[in-house]
């Protein structure tokens, strides 16, 4: 499925910092539609082993801002025809997604949701207690009495996919158009040159040799505040753990994707009968993927009020990803001062549903040194201008 | 679950306690450029390593600061701000 | 199989049975039992079928990973999935069935599965199925196909407690290292723990015997030492799930988890006897060494009558001996090494002497089933020679993977040791020590040496924080593990993953695809995924891995070892639960009142209350016409209550809200924003001065206890002397409110109430019913009306004294409904829900609340900013046109030339105003239009005109009482 490379080239025209989905996404579509081929994508682990194969899968449009739904509905557009594009089976599933309330201030939220994205042809509702109980049958929906569901925002296209197979179905097209990925390949410093007009990028130095290059994409999740030092650039992200949990295979029972911002559960059922289960954000800062057993316990607890009957069905693994957050919930992409470094960061709790729409932009963006359409409200430049989007406006999870 | 160590309480669980954030020097708001200012209200203090942050015991309202090395999950050292004044 | 004669120590009590059913055929097996054992003893030998081909299966490891003896169990009240058969006990009376078959364990439909293997190879299901207009269909089949056993939907919820335990050292794993090591830590004065999953001590010492008592005799007294040990505690039947930092230990006991604080933790949980992977090496009838040992010696079950013992150590030589003494024929050792090492030539003596011949040089070809679909024979080649052997059981001792999880995911550094074949601890953290087989060390003497080594260390180094560096490995003379006990067949069906039913080339094709990695290999084929997390088949993919790559093993980093280290049920994970809920002290005279409640926070607060026969419509409007025209009362104890003292209380207010205290006359009140650094409002409430050095103020009440909390890092940061008390839960508090609320206040104080004594916004304390309280004369309804605060302990009394004095006047408790209306009416805003995260202070057209010329408050600096910038939105009024009956909701939006321009925050029907009124906020070019469009449900829009607020009394002159009442 990929090419191995015994040596890295002297220089290219582009090299990508990441093989998760969004820079393998950005490689393939740099090849396919633009003709830039002459590519190194940089992994310091192993193809899709950060956030994109630690992820929930969840895949949805129903944000709050324009800006958010447009870029998110463009994403479910392209997902739903990557099988076919790769000519390999990501298992995109289309469930339904239920975003419960449990007062009327979230239920205000979820009008306000639907609304929104009814506003640009996405499909949301805001439906009432009775539809979610017809909809998931077998939920308690007054959560053992703690936090009854008042309502929710139905968004019909929510869907899960198999995470890892959309890192290896971009590698492998990008592969397949002369695009050359290293693992097992750290960066460990980027070189700039003034360019009379600030600095620019010259060069990556890695722990397998020195490559020139004018243009570096940064698609590193919880490690860009690291690459972000290297050329002299600060911005507002910062590294949580995001918890995840699976349980063993039980034979189907439930369809849709359920999230509740209160009781802080998302849950699916994967095709092989496991239920994904995610969380919050662990609450204070840390690079560090390890796991904690308080999340495992208040997990447990929280899916229980809603299906008390899984008491019995067994947790077999946890795991945790870094969340690189930003502070209005929408991601930081695009352009930055330094000419030639392009980033796509801020992915917090959201990415991998973006990781199509991001290949897209992203491919465009350092093609034409012009920041795709989809993405001028998301650049790093927003923060110094308090022209902050206004995702945070949901305040719900952000899954 | 991660031990902490408060000044006043001695160790407890971490989860007896609140984050706060990093420990940030206020520039002068008069003096700032409204750049400078957006600086330090919006950025972060970026890559992982030892940082010093802002904690709660929140049983007993100690507020105090924690060096953390952020890339390992471990607890430097714990004091409060009073008793040291931290180089910034 | 059968049942083996009796022998001390034996699990199972033979004076009592219990009876099952399994696959609708009565079982009947001993107490102690467990369901995999009575099936065994009544001659069953398939007990379930696999994940992806259905083939028959039987015991595998008999170690708590026999994923396909996975059982569904149906007992009074609930139906239990995936329930592992080597290892629970069957239930009385309960209905035992084989999960993931299609008609039944014996005629299991999709056995049919199998035969089509060759065309489902790994990955296969990436490759084909994708038609995005048929995939929906095959998702279907697929989501039937898979999924183990089935959840019981009427199960009823059930509560684990959850406990805590405390020792100085935590030895888990009770076999000799473990045991010598609890019992040198004790020597040494510590409080130990020891654990082990098993129901009772000793671990391999008690069944790994070669035929003789020597072992289990030292083992033995290993075990009584630590019975007679007062500082040793002992938990069985319990295994640790995870490993979480500072030596926090999840420990799953039958009816709770445990969760353990230690100062050190010594890991000896010894090795997982690992398969020799050849053709049909999954035929029930094949199955590990270590597995029978403990099937013979544990619950007297013979798992077979005629073996071949399949080895590449002494271990399996010694299972040889364990057999013939137990009774079962032991045909051959077939051993793969050329040359047997020192342990096994001496046992190989012992054997001989038996009639029991050794070859050597063996290479397994196929295992070949009989008619009844287990083992019947094994095919094998020596020196080019094909041979074979007619056997009902094949045991495998080839080699083991130490059980080293917890020094993963404690972040201990692990080296390859070629001497052994084994991944040996290189590193450990502070505090942690491992001993036995997980650290190298195989005989009896060893294992016990290394453990009081390890005992002793854990003791020594107590609360060091530093590690020690670790101890040599105390290896065998004579090699363990076989390097590579791989026997690929052309028509395949040799399985590495049982769990998965992976085969050797479905990992060698996944390394030609590229997934050449541990961890790329382990996510494209599956490889350790299943329930059994890889614990029989990580080690042998990895070799197939190395081989494929041409590395040697040591170069591979082991796949990511983390939780849970056998699954666990979310019961137990959850335990009880805990989910406080707050109440005010008037709570139980609202249920009678009627009150019909919502959620605020971790609170409930009466909504509104209801009347017998009146809809909740028109409750609350009686209620808003209450306060209007009488007088109501509301319960506003949630509100976040704070006092702040000292000479510079003053300033650190001004610091914190928008608007200004340090020259806040003493006895009067001052509403205030607060905000966050970058300008957006975050709470509100009333700052009340009672005394020069003493403010008493209130905030939202979801918000009070992070703000209260919040408060105190301000003043620690900014060096104020500021004290700050939080009365929250000390306080009760009540709004008496309405034109009628003064005469009512009047009949239960002595407090002069004239507007000259107590004028609007003054702040007084007096006696209410003779109870000491805080009256503040605001306005958030827009009426004549007192908020009092007062001793929690007295709420009730002081509450039932104002509704009674208000009789006459016709009062009414009211709720959270009609506060809102009422405030609607007077254009208040509510933080949060006419503001959102992103509202900065200058968006919600509140000027007068906001002193920029202040020296500082947080957020101003940023307001500053904002202020050059054009606003983004705000907040206007409107009304609907009279006759129109359609009424928007909350966050419909507001439409402009086909864009969205902002959103409804607040709307209601105002029975004093006789229309709907509401907030909006808006693009503020659209908010100069006289009217507004608003989209409302099925996408009706509807113009709405834009209106002052607030709606009802904008000069405010009822809430200062300049009109009579």
Redesign the interface.
Known sequence: ????HDQLKSSYDVVIIGAGGHGLAAAYYLARDHGITNVAVLEK?????GNT?RNTTIIRSNYLT?EGVQFYDESVRLW??L??DF????????RGHFTLA????AM??M??RA??N??FGVQSEAVDAQSVQEAVP?MDISC?G??PVVGALYHAPGAVA?H??VA?GYGRGADRRGVEIH?KTEVLSIETTDSGSGPAVSGVMTNRGHISTKRVLCAVAGST??L??MVGL??????HPLQAMV???????LDPIIVSGSLHVYVSQT???ELVMGASLD??????T?????F??S???H???MF????????????AGMADMT??FAPIMGKTSVKGFYLDSGWGTWGFKATPVCGKTMSHTVATDQPHALITGFGLDR????A?T?E????SVGH | MKIMTCPINGPRLISEFAYAGELKAMPDPAQATDEQWADYVFNKNGPAGIKREWWCHTSSGVWFIAERDTSRDVIVRTYLYTTEVPRT | MMRLPTLPGEWIDRTRTVTFTFENEPVTGYVGDTISTALAAEGKRIFGRSFKYHRPRGFLSFANHDVNVMTQVASIGRSTPNVRGDMEAPIAHSKVTAVNTRGGLKNDRFALLNHFSRFLPVGFYYKAFHSKRLFPMWERLFRRLTGLGTVDLDASHRSTPKRYDFCDVLVIGAGPSGLSAALAAAAAGADVLLIDENRALGGSGLYARAGSDAVVAKTQALVSAVRAESRIRVLLSSFASGYYADHWVSVIAPEAMVKVRARSVVIAQGAYEQPCVFRGNDLPGVMLASGAQRLMYRFSIGPARRITLLTANAEGYAAALDAKSRGIEVECVLDLRATPGPDSTALMAQLTRQGIRVVTDVQPIEAVAGRAGSVARLLYRVAGVEDSVAVDGIWMSVGFAPANAFLHQAGAGMRYESSIEQFVPERLPAGLYACGKVAGAYSLDARMADGERAGRQAVSALGAMDSLPVAPVLAPIECPNHPYPVFAHLAGKEFVDFDEDLQIKDIENACQEGFDSTELLKRYSTMGMGPSQGKHSNLNALRILAAWRGDALGEHALTTSRPMFHPVPMSHLAGRGFMPERKTPMDADHAALGAVWMPAANWRRPEYYAVDGVSREAAITAEVHAVRTGVGLIDVGTLGKIEAHGSQAGEFLDRIYTARYSNLKVGMTRYGLMLDEAGVIIDDGVIARLAPECFYFTTTTGNSATLFREFGRLATWWGLPVGLVNLTGHYAAFNLAGPHSRAVLRTLTDLDLSDAAFPYLAVREGLVAGVPCRLMRVGFVGELGYEIHLPFESGTEVWRALLNAGKASGIRPFGVEAQRMLRLEKGHVIIGQDTDGVTNALEIDAPWAIKMDKPFFIGQRSLAVLAKQPLRQTLVGFQMPLGVTERPKECHLIIDQGRIAGRVTSVGFSPTLGRVIGLALVDPVVAAHPTLRVRMDAGVEVLLEVTSHPFYDAAGARQKMEVAS
Request: aromatic share 12%; net charge neutral; proline share 7%.
């Open positions: 499925m990929f090419t191995q682990g192993y193809i899709g082993g194969g324009p739903q025809d099988s076919q000519d390999l089976n990501l298992f995109y599933s289309t449990h007062t009327d201030a205000r939220t009008r306000w609304e929104v009814k506003h077998m053992g703690h936090a198999r890892d197979a290896w693992q505040p690291r972000l030092s600060t911005s507002p992200l910062y590294i349980s063993e295979p039980v034979k189907p029972w095709a092989r009968g609450p204070y800062e840390l690079h560090a390890r796991s904690t057993l308080d495992a316990e997990l447990s607890m899916m229980l009020e008390p009957f899984l008491g019995d069905v067994k947790v077999v693994r946890q795991w502070p209005d923060f110094r201008r308090y902050l206004g945070k406006g949901a305040a």
